[in-house]
């Protein structure tokens, strides 16, 4: 069954209000579009702790990137 939704101009842009049944967790979702249609996904939360990608320092003597093993061989593009 098809629904409708209300639509409210803000400063900011547009709002949609949705039917209960259409709600999603969380106070963001993802926005793409798909032809005509603009689809609203929610995001899942991280699973990485707060802080956790700004306390990675390549720059360390410490940190050494592990051994990759062997390449397969570059092909040329010409």
């Known amino acids: 069954m098809t629904k409708t939704a209300e639509l409210l ?11 209960d049944e259409f709600r ?3 106070p963001r979702v993802s926005i793409r579009r798909d032809g ?3 689809v ?3 995001l ?4 990485w702790p707060p802080g956790f990608f700004d306390a990675i320092r390549i ?3 410490a ?9 397969p061989p570059v092909v040329a593009l010409d």
């Open 9 to 19: 101009d803000t400063d900011k842009g547009q709002v949609v209000r949705l039917p």
């Open 24 to 26: 999603m967790p969380g």
């Open 36 to 38: 005509h249609a603009v």
């Open 40 to 42: 609203l996904e929610p």
């Open 44 to 47: 899942k939360g991280s699973e």
């Open 59 to 61: 720059d360390d003597p």
């Open 63 to 71: 940190f050494q990137r592990p051994d990759q093993g062997e390449l």
